[in-house]
Protein backbone atom coordinates (compact mmCIF):
# COMPACT_ATOMS: atom_id res chain seq x y z
CA UNK A 1 0.00 0.00 0.00
CA UNK A 2 1.16 3.33 -0.92
CA UNK A 3 2.06 6.37 1.41
CA UNK A 4 -0.54 8.17 -0.70
CA UNK A 5 -2.75 5.49 -0.68
CA UNK A 6 -2.58 5.33 4.05
CA UNK A 7 -3.03 9.52 3.71
CA UNK A 8 -6.29 8.67 1.86
CA UNK A 9 -7.31 6.06 4.22
CA UNK A 10 -6.70 8.25 6.96
CA UNK A 11 -8.38 11.46 6.01
CA UNK A 12 -11.33 9.54 4.97
CA UNK A 13 -11.50 7.51 8.50
CA UNK A 14 -11.33 4.05 6.54
CA UNK A 15 -9.94 1.47 8.85
CA UNK A 16 -9.07 -1.74 6.83
CA UNK A 17 -7.66 -5.14 7.84
CA UNK A 18 -5.19 -7.64 6.31
CA UNK A 19 -6.51 -10.17 4.37
CA UNK A 20 -8.42 -12.88 5.83
CA UNK A 21 -8.00 -16.46 4.78
CA UNK A 22 -11.21 -18.53 4.75
CA UNK A 23 -11.67 -20.63 8.01
CA UNK A 24 -12.27 -23.60 5.31
CA UNK A 25 -8.94 -22.96 4.21
CA UNK A 26 -9.35 -23.90 0.16
CA UNK A 27 -13.05 -25.43 0.69
CA UNK A 28 -14.57 -28.67 0.85
CA UNK A 29 -12.09 -31.34 -1.42
CA UNK A 30 -12.93 -34.22 -3.67
CA UNK A 31 -10.91 -37.39 -4.38
CA UNK A 32 -10.10 -36.70 -8.26
CA UNK A 33 -11.55 -39.83 -9.26
CA UNK A 34 -13.41 -40.75 -12.85
CA UNK A 35 -16.93 -42.26 -12.68
CA UNK A 36 -15.77 -46.00 -13.46
CA UNK A 37 -13.18 -45.99 -10.29
CA UNK A 38 -16.13 -43.51 -7.91
CA UNK A 39 -18.28 -46.68 -8.90
CA UNK A 40 -16.03 -49.21 -7.72
CA UNK A 41 -15.27 -47.16 -4.25
CA UNK A 42 -12.15 -45.40 -5.65
CA UNK A 43 -10.28 -48.38 -7.25
CA UNK A 44 -7.72 -47.32 -9.69
CA UNK A 45 -3.90 -47.38 -8.84
CA UNK A 46 -3.84 -51.16 -10.40
CA UNK A 47 -6.06 -50.98 -12.99
CA UNK A 48 -5.92 -50.63 -16.56
CA UNK A 49 -8.43 -48.26 -18.29
CA UNK A 50 -8.61 -47.49 -21.93
CA UNK A 51 -11.49 -45.53 -21.53
CA UNK A 52 -10.72 -42.50 -18.92
CA UNK A 53 -8.43 -41.35 -17.12
CA UNK A 54 -7.28 -41.43 -13.66
CA UNK A 55 -4.84 -39.18 -12.19
CA UNK A 56 -3.97 -41.13 -8.94
CA UNK A 57 -1.92 -43.52 -11.69
CA UNK A 58 -2.02 -41.80 -15.81
CA UNK A 59 -0.41 -44.86 -16.02
CA UNK A 60 -3.31 -46.79 -16.45
CA UNK A 61 -4.12 -44.92 -19.49
CA UNK A 62 -1.21 -46.91 -21.56
CA UNK A 63 -3.22 -49.64 -22.26
CA UNK A 64 -5.42 -47.01 -24.58
CA UNK A 65 -5.43 -47.98 -28.34
CA UNK A 66 -7.45 -45.50 -30.06
CA UNK A 67 -7.35 -41.57 -29.31
CA UNK A 68 -10.30 -40.00 -27.82
CA UNK A 69 -11.95 -38.17 -25.25
CA UNK A 70 -13.94 -38.30 -21.87
CA UNK A 71 -16.01 -35.60 -20.25
CA UNK A 72 -17.62 -36.44 -16.66
CA UNK A 73 -20.02 -34.23 -14.51
CA UNK A 74 -20.86 -34.49 -10.70
CA UNK A 75 -23.52 -33.11 -8.83
CA UNK A 76 -24.06 -33.36 -4.83
CA UNK A 77 -26.65 -32.97 -2.64
CA UNK A 78 -25.85 -33.11 1.50
CA UNK A 79 -24.92 -31.17 4.37
CA UNK A 80 -21.52 -29.53 2.69
CA UNK A 81 -22.94 -26.11 1.39
CA UNK A 82 -20.25 -25.42 -1.27
CA UNK A 83 -21.69 -28.54 -3.04
CA UNK A 84 -25.75 -29.12 -1.90
CA UNK A 85 -27.59 -28.70 -4.98
CA UNK A 86 -24.38 -28.13 -7.43
CA UNK A 87 -22.82 -29.01 -10.10
CA UNK A 88 -18.92 -29.65 -9.73
CA UNK A 89 -16.35 -28.23 -12.12
CA UNK A 90 -16.34 -30.51 -15.24
CA UNK A 91 -13.47 -33.52 -15.79
CA UNK A 92 -12.11 -33.45 -19.12
CA UNK A 93 -9.36 -35.95 -20.44
CA UNK A 94 -8.06 -36.73 -23.75
CA UNK A 95 -5.68 -39.19 -25.14
CA UNK A 96 -3.55 -39.73 -28.17
CA UNK A 97 -1.27 -42.89 -28.91
CA UNK A 98 1.55 -43.05 -30.53
CA UNK A 99 3.71 -45.35 -32.25
CA UNK A 100 5.92 -47.31 -29.87
CA UNK A 101 3.02 -47.87 -27.20
CA UNK A 102 3.50 -44.12 -26.07
CA UNK A 103 -0.03 -42.54 -24.62
CA UNK A 104 0.34 -38.24 -24.86
CA UNK A 105 -2.69 -37.70 -22.04
CA UNK A 106 -3.83 -34.74 -20.38
CA UNK A 107 -7.16 -34.26 -18.15
CA UNK A 108 -8.35 -31.19 -15.95
CA UNK A 109 -10.69 -31.81 -12.76
CA UNK A 110 -12.12 -29.90 -10.45
CA UNK A 111 -10.69 -30.62 -6.28
CA UNK A 112 -12.35 -28.25 -4.40
CA UNK A 113 -14.99 -25.72 -3.76
CA UNK A 114 -15.67 -22.96 -1.22
CA UNK A 115 -19.05 -21.44 -0.30
CA UNK A 116 -18.92 -20.07 3.86
CA UNK A 117 -19.57 -16.99 5.27
CA UNK A 118 -18.65 -15.70 8.95
CA UNK A 119 -19.15 -12.52 11.47
CA UNK A 120 -16.52 -11.36 13.93
CA UNK A 121 -15.02 -8.78 15.98
CA UNK A 122 -11.47 -7.75 14.23
CA UNK A 123 -10.57 -5.68 17.27
CA UNK A 124 -12.10 -3.14 19.74
CA UNK A 125 -13.99 -0.96 17.23
CA UNK A 126 -15.13 -3.10 14.47
CA UNK A 127 -16.87 -5.77 13.34
CA UNK A 128 -16.40 -8.19 10.24
CA UNK A 129 -18.59 -9.65 8.27
CA UNK A 130 -17.07 -11.86 5.66
CA UNK A 131 -18.17 -14.15 2.75
CA UNK A 132 -15.73 -16.36 0.57
CA UNK A 133 -16.65 -18.75 -2.46
CA UNK A 134 -14.58 -20.00 -5.16
CA UNK A 135 -12.27 -23.11 -5.71
CA UNK A 136 -9.28 -25.03 -6.66
CA UNK A 137 -9.02 -27.26 -10.07
CA UNK A 138 -6.01 -30.13 -11.39
CA UNK A 139 -4.26 -30.49 -14.09
CA UNK A 140 -2.05 -33.42 -16.08
CA UNK A 141 -0.25 -33.29 -19.07
CA UNK A 142 2.36 -36.29 -19.62
CA UNK A 143 2.74 -39.60 -21.52
CA UNK A 144 2.49 -42.83 -20.58
CA UNK A 145 5.01 -45.52 -22.29
CA UNK A 146 4.27 -49.32 -22.16
CA UNK A 147 7.15 -51.12 -22.83
CA UNK A 148 5.38 -54.43 -23.40
CA UNK A 149 2.35 -56.72 -22.79
CA UNK A 150 2.37 -56.67 -18.91
CA UNK A 151 4.74 -53.37 -17.92
CA UNK A 152 3.54 -49.41 -18.42
CA UNK A 153 5.28 -46.21 -16.79
CA UNK A 154 4.02 -42.80 -16.76
CA UNK A 155 5.57 -39.47 -16.96
CA UNK A 156 3.77 -35.85 -16.58
CA UNK A 157 3.77 -32.88 -14.68
CA UNK A 158 0.73 -32.06 -12.24
CA UNK A 159 -0.84 -28.62 -11.90
CA UNK A 160 -2.56 -26.91 -9.25
CA UNK A 161 -4.70 -23.57 -9.59
CA UNK A 162 -7.10 -21.57 -8.04
CA UNK A 163 -9.42 -18.20 -6.91
CA UNK A 164 -11.28 -17.24 -3.90
CA UNK A 165 -13.27 -14.10 -3.58
CA UNK A 166 -13.89 -12.54 -0.67
CA UNK A 167 -16.53 -9.82 0.47
CA UNK A 168 -15.74 -8.05 3.19
CA UNK A 169 -18.16 -5.15 5.25
CA UNK A 170 -16.31 -4.17 8.34
CA UNK A 171 -18.83 -2.28 10.97
CA UNK A 172 -17.86 0.48 13.25
CA UNK A 173 -19.25 -0.65 16.60
CA UNK A 174 -17.60 2.91 18.50
CA UNK A 175 -20.49 5.15 19.60
CA UNK A 176 -18.13 8.36 20.50
CA UNK A 177 -18.34 10.66 17.56
CA UNK A 178 -16.80 11.00 15.03
CA UNK A 179 -18.01 7.27 13.86
CA UNK A 180 -15.29 6.26 11.28
CA UNK A 181 -16.81 5.99 7.73
CA UNK A 182 -17.44 1.98 7.34
CA UNK A 183 -15.39 0.29 5.14
CA UNK A 184 -16.87 -2.15 2.10
CA UNK A 185 -13.69 -4.04 -0.21
CA UNK A 186 -13.57 -7.32 -1.80
CA UNK A 187 -10.58 -9.54 -2.27
CA UNK A 188 -9.33 -11.44 -5.22
CA UNK A 189 -7.38 -14.57 -3.74
CA UNK A 190 -5.84 -15.80 -6.79
CA UNK A 191 -3.54 -19.04 -6.69
CA UNK A 192 -1.20 -19.26 -9.57
CA UNK A 193 -0.21 -22.56 -10.96
CA UNK A 194 1.60 -24.40 -8.88
CA UNK A 195 3.41 -27.26 -10.88
CA UNK A 196 4.97 -30.62 -9.53
CA UNK A 197 5.75 -33.84 -11.47
CA UNK A 198 4.05 -37.28 -11.22
CA UNK A 199 5.46 -40.84 -11.84
CA UNK A 200 3.68 -43.69 -12.42
CA UNK A 201 3.85 -47.66 -13.11
CA UNK A 202 1.40 -49.97 -13.28
CA UNK A 203 1.95 -54.15 -13.82
CA UNK A 204 -0.87 -55.79 -15.34
CA UNK A 205 -1.33 -59.60 -16.63
CA UNK A 206 -4.33 -61.61 -17.62
CA UNK A 207 -5.24 -62.39 -13.92
CA UNK A 208 -3.50 -59.43 -11.62
CA UNK A 209 -2.60 -55.69 -11.62
CA UNK A 210 -0.70 -53.89 -9.59
CA UNK A 211 0.34 -49.73 -9.33
CA UNK A 212 2.06 -47.44 -7.97
CA UNK A 213 1.72 -43.62 -8.42
CA UNK A 214 3.52 -40.24 -6.64
CA UNK A 215 2.88 -37.00 -7.12
CA UNK A 216 5.76 -34.21 -5.47
CA UNK A 217 4.52 -31.12 -3.69
CA UNK A 218 3.78 -27.81 -6.02
CA UNK A 219 4.76 -24.26 -4.82
CA UNK A 220 2.48 -21.22 -6.07
CA UNK A 221 2.11 -18.15 -5.47
CA UNK A 222 -0.93 -16.56 -4.07
CA UNK A 223 -1.71 -12.84 -5.41
CA UNK A 224 -4.44 -10.72 -3.18
CA UNK A 225 -6.24 -7.87 -5.43
CA UNK A 226 -7.99 -5.39 -3.07
CA UNK A 227 -10.57 -3.24 -4.50
CA UNK A 228 -12.08 -0.77 -1.83
CA UNK A 229 -16.33 0.01 -3.26
CA UNK A 230 -16.84 3.42 -1.07
CA UNK A 231 -13.30 4.90 -2.34
CA UNK A 232 -12.54 3.36 -5.91
CA UNK A 233 -8.90 2.71 -4.44
CA UNK A 234 -7.26 -0.60 -4.54
CA UNK A 235 -4.26 -2.73 -3.01
CA UNK A 236 -2.60 -5.74 -3.90
CA UNK A 237 0.24 -8.44 -1.98
CA UNK A 238 1.90 -11.52 -2.51
CA UNK A 239 2.71 -14.71 -0.71
CA UNK A 240 3.79 -18.37 -1.57
CA UNK A 241 1.31 -21.33 -1.17
CA UNK A 242 2.34 -24.96 -1.16
CA UNK A 243 0.75 -28.20 -1.50
CA UNK A 244 1.49 -31.36 -0.35
CA UNK A 245 2.33 -34.47 -2.26
CA UNK A 246 0.60 -37.59 -2.91
CA UNK A 247 0.93 -41.58 -3.15
CA UNK A 248 -1.40 -43.57 -4.32
CA UNK A 249 -0.96 -47.73 -4.77
CA UNK A 250 -3.72 -50.45 -5.68
CA UNK A 251 -3.65 -54.30 -6.61
CA UNK A 252 -6.64 -56.01 -8.68
CA UNK A 253 -7.11 -59.74 -10.25
CA UNK A 254 -9.64 -61.65 -12.13
CA UNK A 255 -10.87 -64.86 -10.01
CA UNK A 256 -12.65 -65.35 -13.68
CA UNK A 257 -12.53 -63.20 -16.84
CA UNK A 258 -15.72 -61.07 -16.23
CA UNK A 259 -14.90 -60.15 -12.50
CA UNK A 260 -12.39 -57.71 -11.50
CA UNK A 261 -11.88 -57.26 -8.05
CA UNK A 262 -9.04 -54.25 -7.07
CA UNK A 263 -8.26 -52.31 -3.52
CA UNK A 264 -6.57 -48.84 -3.36
CA UNK A 265 -4.62 -46.46 -0.77
CA UNK A 266 -4.31 -43.10 -1.40
CA UNK A 267 -2.47 -40.79 1.01
CA UNK A 268 -1.37 -37.33 1.53
CA UNK A 269 0.83 -35.38 3.88
CA UNK A 270 -0.53 -32.55 6.32
CA UNK A 271 -1.69 -29.19 4.33
CA UNK A 272 -1.24 -25.83 5.69
CA UNK A 273 -2.89 -23.39 3.29
CA UNK A 274 -4.45 -19.69 4.06
CA UNK A 275 -3.95 -20.73 8.04
CA UNK A 276 -5.52 -23.74 7.52
CA UNK A 277 -4.57 -27.20 8.72
CA UNK A 278 -5.76 -30.71 7.21
CA UNK A 279 -3.81 -33.84 8.52
CA UNK A 280 -2.15 -36.03 6.92
CA UNK A 281 -4.38 -39.33 6.47
CA UNK A 282 -5.34 -41.87 3.45
CA UNK A 283 -8.32 -43.71 1.92
CA UNK A 284 -8.38 -47.05 1.79
CA UNK A 285 -10.98 -48.74 -0.93
CA UNK A 286 -12.02 -52.24 -1.90
CA UNK A 287 -14.05 -52.61 -5.09
CA UNK A 288 -15.23 -54.86 -7.92
CA UNK A 289 -16.53 -54.98 -11.62
CA UNK A 290 -18.23 -57.46 -13.38
CA UNK A 291 -18.86 -57.53 -17.32
CA UNK A 292 -22.63 -58.59 -18.18
CA UNK A 293 -23.28 -59.26 -21.84
CA UNK A 294 -23.63 -56.69 -24.46
CA UNK A 295 -21.22 -54.06 -23.15
CA UNK A 296 -22.60 -53.66 -19.69
CA UNK A 297 -20.53 -53.91 -16.81
CA UNK A 298 -21.91 -53.39 -13.27
CA UNK A 299 -19.80 -51.81 -10.37
CA UNK A 300 -19.58 -51.03 -6.57
CA UNK A 301 -16.96 -50.26 -3.70
CA UNK A 302 -17.03 -49.11 -0.50
CA UNK A 303 -13.84 -46.46 1.22
CA UNK A 304 -13.30 -45.25 4.36
CA UNK A 305 -11.46 -42.08 5.09
CA UNK A 306 -8.83 -42.16 7.92
CA UNK A 307 -7.68 -38.13 8.39
CA UNK A 308 -7.23 -35.48 5.62
CA UNK A 309 -10.62 -33.57 5.26
CA UNK A 310 -13.12 -35.69 6.61
CA UNK A 311 -11.94 -37.95 8.99
CA UNK A 312 -13.97 -41.29 9.74
CA UNK A 313 -15.84 -40.75 6.55
CA UNK A 314 -17.37 -44.13 4.86
CA UNK A 315 -18.52 -44.49 1.51
CA UNK A 316 -20.69 -46.55 -0.15
CA UNK A 317 -20.81 -46.66 -4.29
CA UNK A 318 -22.66 -48.01 -7.12
CA UNK A 319 -22.54 -47.82 -10.67
CA UNK A 320 -22.93 -49.17 -14.14
CA UNK A 321 -21.26 -48.38 -17.42
CA UNK A 322 -22.11 -49.42 -21.08
CA UNK A 323 -19.98 -49.09 -24.19
CA UNK A 324 -21.55 -49.09 -27.63
CA UNK A 325 -20.96 -49.31 -31.37
CA UNK A 326 -17.85 -52.19 -30.99
CA UNK A 327 -16.35 -49.76 -28.50
CA UNK A 328 -16.63 -46.40 -30.31
CA UNK A 329 -17.89 -44.71 -27.14
CA UNK A 330 -20.01 -45.48 -23.63
CA UNK A 331 -21.00 -43.94 -21.12
CA UNK A 332 -20.77 -44.60 -17.37
CA UNK A 333 -22.65 -43.50 -14.38
CA UNK A 334 -22.21 -44.09 -10.64
CA UNK A 335 -23.56 -42.81 -6.92
CA UNK A 336 -22.09 -43.05 -3.59
CA UNK A 337 -23.22 -41.98 -0.18
CA UNK A 338 -21.08 -40.53 2.45
CA UNK A 339 -21.61 -40.11 6.21
CA UNK A 340 -18.87 -38.97 8.77
CA UNK A 341 -18.82 -36.63 12.06
CA UNK A 342 -17.72 -33.39 11.49
CA UNK A 343 -14.91 -31.67 14.18
CA UNK A 344 -18.12 -30.53 16.52
CA UNK A 345 -18.65 -34.45 16.43
CA UNK A 346 -21.92 -33.32 14.41
CA UNK A 347 -23.55 -36.21 11.94
CA UNK A 348 -23.01 -35.17 8.35
CA UNK A 349 -24.10 -37.34 5.18
CA UNK A 350 -23.83 -36.58 1.57
CA UNK A 351 -25.03 -38.03 -2.09
CA UNK A 352 -23.11 -37.61 -5.20
CA UNK A 353 -24.15 -39.10 -9.03
CA UNK A 354 -21.42 -38.96 -11.22
CA UNK A 355 -21.74 -38.97 -14.79
CA UNK A 356 -19.34 -39.36 -17.77
CA UNK A 357 -19.38 -40.03 -21.98
CA UNK A 358 -16.41 -41.06 -23.74
CA UNK A 359 -15.75 -41.42 -27.19
CA UNK A 360 -12.73 -43.25 -29.38
CA UNK A 361 -11.72 -41.82 -32.73
CA UNK A 362 -13.18 -44.98 -34.15
CA UNK A 363 -16.71 -43.03 -33.91
CA UNK A 364 -15.56 -41.02 -36.94
CA UNK A 365 -15.13 -44.10 -38.93
CA UNK A 366 -11.21 -44.33 -38.20
Known amino acids: MTFFTCIIFALSGIFTVDYQPPPDGIGSEILLLNTRSFGMGGVCAGVPDSTSFSMLNPAASAWTRDGGVCFGGRYSEGDVKAWDNQLGFPMVSAFVPLPGGIVISGAIEGRSRLDTELQEAVNDNYTGEFTWSGGFAETYTGISVRTNDWLAFSFGGRCSFGNILSDIILVSTDSIPPIPVNSVYRDD ?44 LADSSSRMYSLPGEVSAGISFRPIERLLIGMDIYSRKAMNILDSHTDDGSVYSIGAEINVEGGISARCGFSHMNGLWRNGADTFTAGAGYSFSEERAGIDIAAGYQYWHDLQDRFREETVLCVSLWVTEKWLGR
Open 189 to 232: ARFRMAWGGTLGVLINTDRLGLGFSISTDRKGTLDVDRDFISTG
